[in-house]
């Protein structure tokens, strides 16, 4: 098959998916494509990149100027963002008081502007990463929550996995990279690195898992059991797709997910909930404790497939801290990897042009110092005792967040994600609270109500749902 004829193959199957999919919510808002427009650049390329349809590469100027269309586009997003809120009559005042955590941290972030080397570049990203929270929060005030979080990640899933398979197999010069000094070729589907595209797998092998599970007891129904089949294929291609990235980190990670979801939904959880309140808590302190108090790094690592130094990243992270950043408050929201320190690390370090330390906590020290890092503690402790208050009254998306916060906790400790990406966005899905002020009778799932008495029993004025979970 022709290049030209396998893009047209795609496109009418997608077309097609899109409009006869077994578990598309017709009464799904149209506000719900904003999100999926933004997942869609977060999770593969700018769209200056896909305009460009070449080769991803990394330059120092790109990275502090940044490209002209994205700013367009993604500043259109915002606004579109903040548009659908506000027709919705957002309660922001009650949404910061109950997301204290996450807001402090954000701010700090744009306080960081001011003694960065860079203030401009970094008050820019942040207001481009304001994003990341607006459609998280178009998503979460739908009237039906669950519904719009399933509508807009089967949709995802929906086109990034068929396009990272097109790519690779019709397009290798978008689809693959080749390492500058060995040719060794490594697939990026729609990403633009190895690493990328398991973020696309992790994210897409966690929902389709997930999504099965929470609709397996309607298995018998005809609606139910056409989108289970729809979810094994795609969990196949996404197993496919997982073996070409060859990402361990996302391997783990999905592993751990799958785990923390299938555990939810057995009787001995179900039946002792405070068992699986602690289960990823103790999994990661178990593995704080074994790769910092027993020194068993290079066990853990070979344990799973990985060298020693990780792939080199225990080099990295040696490198960047002897580059002494101020320790307190680092150098400013996402302006490390800018000018002369960007220059002398791929001078000098010898480990190719890369861009991030490749340890999310590390990569926030850098930029944010022991402070930033403090403030991202409180708020993960923070964000997993809301996922544990909602576990009784709103299972699904709460076993979701579980497993986002479980994934995000271990994905950090070789990869840099807690300002962006894909698997951000699911622990930000899970965990944030969201109050919507009732305007008439709203339907909800069955896992999502709250007991009828205790809306009734409220005034009017006082009935606020959260809406996040």
Avoid at 73 to 82: E, K, Q, T
Avoid at 336 to 365: D, I, K, M, V
Wanted: aromatic share 12%; net charge positive; hydrophobic share 50%.
């Amino acid at each position: 098959m022709s290049p030209t004829i396998a893009v047209g193959v795609w496109l009418v199957a997608l077309i097609l998916l899109l409009w006869y999919d077994p578990g598309r919510d017709p009464k799904s808002s149209p506000a719900l494509w904003v999100p999926l427009i933004w997942f869609f650049f977060v999770g593969s390329r700018n769209p200056s990149q896909w305009l460009s349809l070449g080769m991803v590469t990394v330059r120092a100027q790109t990275m502090q100027e940044g490209n002209p269309v994205d700013r367009m586009i993604f500043s259109a997003l915002i606004v579109l963002s903040i548009a659908v809120l506000t027709t919705r009559s957002f309660p922001w005042a009650r949404f910061l008081r109950q997301n204290m955590a996450l807001v402090v941290l954000v701010a700090f972030e744009l306080v960081s502007a001011v003694w960065s080397d860079f203030p401009f570049v970094s008050a820019k990203r942040w207001i481009r990463d304001l994003d990341n929270y607006l459609v998280i929060l178009v998503i979460l005030s739908d009237p039906r929550p669950l519904q719009a979080v399933r509508t807009v990640l089967r949709r995802l899933s929906y086109l990034l996995v068929p396009l990272s398979i097109l790519l690779i197999k019709y397009f290798p010069m978008l689809g693959k990279q080749y390492e500058q000094w060995s040719g060794a070729a490594s697939f990026v589907g729609a990403g633009t690195s190895k690493n990328m595209l398991g973020a696309i797998c992790l994210v897409g092998g966690i929902f389709f898992f997930w999504d099965t599970l929470t609709r397996w007891p309607e298995r018998k129904q005809r609606r139910t059991k056409r989108i289970l089949q729809v979810n094994v294929v795609f969990l196949v291609m996404t197993m496919w797709l997982m073996r070409l990235a060859a990402s361990t980190t996302s391997d783990v990670c999905l592993v751990l997910g799958c785990v923390v979801v299938a555990a939810a939904h057995t009787k001995i959880f179900r039946r002792r909930p405070r068992l699986l309140k602690a289960l990823a808590p103790a999994a990661f302190g178990l593995y704080l404790i074994m790769f910092f108090g027993l020194g068993m790094q290079g066990q853990l690592a070979s344990a799973v497939g990985k060298d020693p130094t990780l792939t080199d990243r225990t080099k990295i992270w040696a490198f960047v801290l002897s580059m002494h950043t101020n320790p307190l408050i680092g150098t400013g929201y996402q302006t490390f990897w800018l000018g002369p320190r960007l220059q002398w690390f791929w001078t000098q370090a010898h480990l190719g042009s890369l861009n991030e330390a490749h340890n999310g906590y590390l990569e926030l020290y850098l930029e944010l110092g022991l402070i930033g890092d403090a403030l991202l503690v409180i708020f993960l402790i923070s964000s997993y005792r809301q996922i544990c208050r909602r576990l009784s009254s709103h299972f699904a998306l709460t076993v979701f967040g579980m497993a986002a916060w479980m994934m995000i906790v271990f994905y950090n400790m070789s990869e840099a994600a807690f300002e962006g990406g894909l698997l951000f966005m699911m622990l930000l899905l899970g965990t944030i609270v969201v109050p919507v002020r009732l305007k008439g009778k709203v339907r909800r799932a069955a896992d999502e109500r709250r007991p009828a008495a205790v809306l009734e029993a409220a005034p009017v004025s006082e009935r606020v749902l959260d809406y996040s979970s």
